[in-house]
């Protein structure tokens, strides 16, 4: 058992942890200091929408920058920000639920249905949900690898839908979706890249070699 | 002339000044619970407020540092942040079009001899977000009796200032610059019609559209234009600035109305800025009564 290696992890882990609840204190922290604006509900779901996103971008970076930088251990953080990512994006949908629909589930399937924004959300927070619940790796066995990747390619349709569901949202001044989706082409395009790089390598290599 | 004559503001929806604050300080002391509405229902119609609710003013701090007005940024706490730029003396609006009298007023002759008036007004965005705002101001009929409009003014329309030097937000094209506002001849001579100067007893803060704003309680917020330096008396319904960025979302009347939904969201509920969850959206803002035969006979679905 490399001990050492082990250690580095799990003191990383922690650190990832922290940083991934710092958005989560703040908010608490100013829900109850007055420090929400004058729309709370509306503060918390941008809040909460916003860190949801950044933490999926950091999830689907995750790939790119491993294989850019050689640096294979990056790979143990991948599922704990993907969750963390999900954390954000349920507390952004249930605060939806609880504080504009009062759990009304009739006026849900109406928003779903009407207006395209949130049936993006709505899909979005659904494969979210799927990809958390097959994320341990007795799922990943009882799937099989392959299966399991090519379900967990869905984050690209999560993040694609994300930024478009912050789009859609806003009323006229779109300066913040935008800049999202441009972090989004270059995580993508990084993502893309590798895939590029790696069929062409692949092509090299006598086809034996293919895992 | 041709303007018809709106029927006479109940006497208890205005209140003078004094009395309004003295009446202001007792709902303060007996509170506005149960208890409160249960005791005074008499008071809170004369101050404009319909009885049936608990309808707390809106803190001073959230009416002037919650605001939609994209002069000064598209942040609601931009204007606040902002809108020192702006420098509301000496101020003149040119009024123009088909009128008696036509000319550039100083805002201080425009309304003098007026007596100035505290209205309680409900405030609900097209967001669907919600406010109570003492607001200070004069009837905008009064002002446009003392112009003469002929029988060809059909319309009045708004225009705000167009400076990016006071007003750093139209510096970005995300509206038309200059921000134009419309109404009908009758909305505007409706007794409920304001043009404010001042909120909470004091005067107009910048970022609430200093020194001079339209406030039209049973439309959406988007139609009180702010910082307003031009009227012109028109035949024709004036261009306005969100129908013209969004003539799906936005439309001319943009009367309060939970029946038509914005295409984003629903215009049924609202919340109430200070409140955790949604009230239920009245027609026309709670002031049917008054303004609802202002549009019979019309389609709102059609002129949302």
């Known amino acids: 058992m490399p001990r050492r290696g082990t250690d580095w992890v799990a003191w990383a882990k922690i650190l990832v942890w922290a ?150 949202s806003v009323k006229k001044d779109v300066s913040v979706p935008l800049q999202f989706a441009g972090l989004l082409l270059v995580v993508l395009g990084a993502r893309v890249a590798v895939a590029v790089h790696d069929r062409r390598k692949r092509a090299l290599r006598p086809s034996r070699d293919v895992t | 002339m041709l303007i018809r004559r709106p029927p006479d503001i109940k006497t208890r929806e205005i209140t003078d000044e004094p009395l309004y604050w003295s009446r202001r300080e007792w709902l303060a002391r007996v509170g506005l619970g149960v208890a409160g509405v249960a005791l005074a229902p008499e008071l809170a119609s004369a101050c404009g407020v319909p009885e049936q609710d608990d309808e707390k003013l809106t803190p001073f701090e959230h009416v002037t540092g919650y605001n939609n007005f994209y002069e000064f940024g598209t942040g609601k706490d931009d204007p606040k942040a902002n809108a020192h730029t702006l420098k509301p003396r000496p101020w003149s609006i040119q009024v123009e079009g088909h009128v008696k009298r036509p000319a550039t007023y ?8 007026l007596g100035v008036q505290e209205r309680v007004y409900r405030l609900r965005c097209v967001e669907a977000w919600s406010m109570v705002i003492p607001w ?45 506002e419309g109404l009908r001849m009758d909305e505007a001579m409706h007794p409920l019609t304001l043009l404010v100067t001042g909120v909470y007893g004091k005067t107009l803060p910048n970022q609430n559209g200093a020194p001079v704003r339209l406030v039209v309680p049973w439309k959406y917020g988007f139609k009180g234009i702010k910082s307003i330096v031009k009227m012109s008396f028109v035949e024709q319904e004036p261009p306005t600035s969100w129908n013209i960025a969004a003539p799906n979302e936005y439309g001319f009347y943009a009367n309060v109305n939970p029946t038509v939904d914005h295409p984003r969201w629903s215009q049924q509920t609202e919340r109430r800025i200070g409140e955790l969850f949604r009230r239920k959206t009245m027609p026309f803002n709670g002031y049917a009564d008054q303004v609802a035969s202002l549009y019979a006979g019309m389609d709102l679905r059609k002129n949302y």
Not at chain 1, 23 to 31: C, E
Not at chain 1, 120 to 141: D, H, K, N, Q, W
Request: with cysteine; net charge positive.
């Open chain 2, 136 to 180: 200070r101001g004069y009837p905008l009929a009064e002002v446009i009796k003392r112009l003469e409009p002929g029988t060809k003014a059909k319309y009045v329309a708004f225009t705000t200032l167009l400076d990016p030097r006071q007003m750093p937000g139209q510096r970005s094209r995300v509206l038309d610059w200059p921000y134009v």
């Open chain 1, 19 to 168: 940083g991934a609840l710092v958005p989560l204190a703040v908010l608490l922290w100013d829900a109850t200091h007055g420090g929400l604006d004058a729309e709370p509900v509306k503060d918390i779901q941008h809040r909460t929408g916003k860190t949801a996103l950044v933490l999926l971008l950091i999830t689907l970076a995750n790939t790119p920058i491993r294989r850019l930088t050689g640096f294979g251990g990056l790979i143990r953080f991948r599922r704990l920000t993907g969750l963390f990512a999900f954390c954000y994006a349920t507390v952004h949908f249930t605060s939806y639920l609880l504080f504009d629909l009062q759990f009304a589930f009739g006026d849900l399937a109406e928003d779903v249905i009407k207006r395209p924004w949130i049936t993006i959300g709505f899909i979005v927070f659904l494969i979210l949900l799927t990809l958390a619940v097959t994320s341990p790796r007795s799922m990943v066995r009882r799937l099989g690898s392959r299966r399991w990747n090519s379900l967990h390619r869905l984050i690209y349709l999560a993040a694609i839908g994300t930024v478009l569901h912050f789009y859609l």
């Open chain 2, 106 to 113: 100083d805002i201080d002759d425009l309304f003098k001899g």
